[in-house]
């Protein structure tokens, strides 16, 4: 079974400063899906950025970028030039490419809260 | 657009008590799921359907119950409430057809639970 694990319950960074969100995975898929997901004091659960498991290239997406490690099983969230708000919940999620399996469910680390200093 | 629409938004129940966490969705989604939301715990999967008429448990079914009688909604029924139930529900719908399957989950704005 797929796990994923995120090591840093909080972590702060000033603004317009620059923070890194760490996230590991255990999988035995070679392809696979990683999103990063930001979940501020509203709860609501928002998509930051998708990477997908064949593509070499790091995503980006504005401010945020990942480092995605294949081999180490490692995907980290860059966040640039940090505003107050994303102070939020972030999450590292897996998600399978498993063709022939029915869930195309999401897995979910523990979340790591992220405070931003003024 | 409405996206994923979750009812109620905050509940205090008895225990022993039961109730029904309505989810529907509007983007003719094939997939839909329940998680909770626990403190330090990240989200945990309850059930997911995968169509009309199909679901199935995820890693924490018990004490639940749903149903998928049409594409657009997944209610989510809990029998004889305990305080182990206390928590943040989310609902969730995402597409997936043969290949497809990098497309993003839509959640709803979560239901927080109190069971006393």
């Known amino acids: 079974a797929q796990t994923v694990t995120q090591s840093q319950p909080e972590m702060s960074v000033q603004e317009a400063e620059t923070v890194t969100l760490s996230c590991t995975y255990d999988?035995?898929?070679?392809?696979?899906?990683l999103f990063w997901y930001k979940q501020p004091p509203s709860r609501q659960m928002i998509l930051v950025i998708r990477?997908?498991?064949?593509?070499?290239q790091n995503a980006t997406e504005n401010r945020f970028s990942v480092n995605f490690q294949k081999a180490a099983k490692s995907f980290s969230l860059k966040i640039s030039d940090s505003q107050l708000g994303d102070a939020a919940m972030y999450f590292c999620?897996?998600?399978?490419?498993?063709?022939?399996?029915?869930?195309?469910?999401?897995?979910f680390g523990t979340g790591t809260l992220l405070a931003v200093q003024p | 657009n409405a996206g994923v629409t979750q009812t109620p938004k905050f509940r205090i129940l008895k225990i022993g008590q039961s109730m029904t966490l309505q989810c529907t969705q509007d983007?003719?989604?094939?997939?839909m799921y329940w998680y909770r939301q626990d403190p330090g715990m990240g989200l945990k999967l309850i059930y997911y359907s995968v169509g009309a008429g199909i679901t199935d448990k995820g890693e924490v079914p018990n004490g639940y119950n749903v149903s998928r009688s049409t594409t657009e909604d997944f209610p989510l029924r809990l029998e004889l409430a305990a305080p182990s139930q206390t928590s943040v529900y989310f609902c969730a719908s995402s597409y997936a057809q043969g290949t497809r399957r990098n497309t993003e989950a839509f959640f709803g704005q979560g239901t927080r639970l109190t069971v006393v």
């Open positions: 999620a897996y998600r399978s490419s498993n063709y022939g399996g029915a869930t195309n469910k999401l897995i």
């Open positions: 990477q997908e498991a064949y593509k070499q």
């Open positions: 999988t035995s898929e070679s392809d696979y899906y």
């Open positions: 983007m003719n989604h094939n997939y």
